[in-house]
């Protein structure tokens, strides 16, 4: 290839960069490309370990991998591994863009770690599975106020299209077509799709008294939403309010869950996607499918929810002869 001297009187400069603005800017775009939720824990993470670093007199900027791995140790009983993990991404992010990188596979945080999942284990704790036939039992609890209206809209949209927490009350009423096959969900943005890209899911009509479809529009007719937010408060004397939190989803399930007779402790907003992935492989669905629904990257996640279905397929106590 031939590559053609450019004329010195050919080149036009550009305007004077804004070094200070662009530098601004980049750190912005460095700070969303993480999940808002995520940064906020990075946030509170980090400064834990500053007032630990404080306290104790240690060098935090940059700090000494040995620092590091006294204060994973120091938080052993405290925190879970999860949890610790977590904090550890933390303060290496802080490094990194304080331009002090951190190696977290020095023996002194690596082996830390190691001795800290092997103590305490890796499984995690899970909220229970809200099957179809608990799910029943929720829905057993709403009568014809609004407020009921709504929370069965909820936990049926919810578990039909397998939705997050985050996903459920950020739905818009532009995000929901009804259609004759059912309902046609959008869903912008979520925890697995920070760029947006969004995906469509797909809600089947049932015809039963446990209908997402016509429960949905059941709320939507109820409540008088034309736009803006589907899920929304509802106050004790049946006028709408802002748009449910995510916490509220959780106390919306758990607060159904304590009148249907069952530990309310037991469960948490994931209850409804956990329910739903749980009863699909119960039933014989796919993987494949149920990944489709769910949305979820990590086919190791689903097979979890798919061995919890099958636990009980067949009772081999009894057929050994017991």
Aim: hydrophobic share 45%.
């Amino acid at each position: 290839m031939i590559i053609l001297p450019v004329p010195a009187d050919a080149i036009v400069p550009g305007p004077a960069l804004d070094l200070e603005g662009l530098a601004a800017r980049a750190a912005g775009l460095a700070e969303g490309a993480r999940a808002q939720n995520t940064r906020k824990a990075y946030r509170s993470d980090w400064a834990h370990f500053t007032t630990w670093c404080t306290a104790h007199s240690l060098e935090l900027l940059p700090a000494a991998p040995a620092t590091v791995g006294l204060y994973l140790a120091a938080h052993e009983t405290a925190l879970s591994v999860a949890t610790l993990t977590r904090r550890l991404s933390a303060i290496a992010v802080a490094h990194r863009m304080a331009g002090h990188p951190m190696d977290t596979r020095h023996p002194a945080i690596r082996d830390v770690m190691r001795g800290l999942r092997r103590a305490k284990g890796v499984a995690q704790d899970h909220a229970e599975a809200l099957t179809v036939p608990l799910l029943r039992r929720l829905l057993a609890t709403c009568s014809d106020r609004l407020i009921d209206v709504r929370d069965r809209a909820l936990l049926l949209v919810g578990f039909g299209a397998a939705l997050r927490r985050s996903e459920l009350v950020g739905l818009e009423h532009a995000d929901v077509a009804i259609v004759p096959e059912g309902l046609r969900v959008t869903i912008r943005r979520s925890k697995g799709d920070q760029e947006g890209e969004g995906a469509v899911i797909a809600v089947g009509r049932t015809g039963s008294e446990t209908c997402p479809a016509a429960a949905y529009a059941g709320w939507i007719a109820a409540a008088g939403i034309s736009d803006g937010a589907v899920f929304r408060g509802v106050t004790r004397h049946g006028h709408l309010g802002p748009r449910l939190s995510t916490d509220a989803v959780a106390e919306i399930v758990q607060r159904r869950a304590a009148a249907a007779g069952l530990d309310p402790a037991s469960f948490s907003g994931h209850s409804m996607r956990a329910g739903f992935a749980t009863s699909a492989a119960l039933v014989g669905i796919e993987e494949r499918l149920i990944m489709r629904q769910t949305r979820h990257r990590s086919a190791q996640t689903v097979r979890r929810y798919i061995r919890e279905g099958e636990l009980f397929a067949r009772n081999l106590t009894a057929e050994v002869g017991l």
